[in-house]
């Protein structure tokens, strides 16, 4: 278990630049979206607003 942490905190350290901005950009196109297929969508927190490019 060790060592599969080990390799996870080094993943993390050598890529977390890249993951960062994967998952701001996910967040951004998330905010500017609106739910298309038939499924329960829970209400959007507060603070998506501050990523939203439009009304």
Excluded: R
């Excluded at 993951?19 to 951004?28: K, S």
Aim: hydrophobic share 45%.
């Amino acid at each position: 278990m060790k060592k599969f942490l080990g390799q996870v905190k080094t993943f993390a350290i050598k890529h977390g630049a890249v993951l960062v901005g994967c998952a701001f950009a996910f967040v951004t196109l998330s905010a500017n979206s609106s739910c298309t297929l038939p499924f329960h969508e829970p209400k959007a927190p507060n603070s998506l607003d501050a990523f939203k490019k439009f009304n």
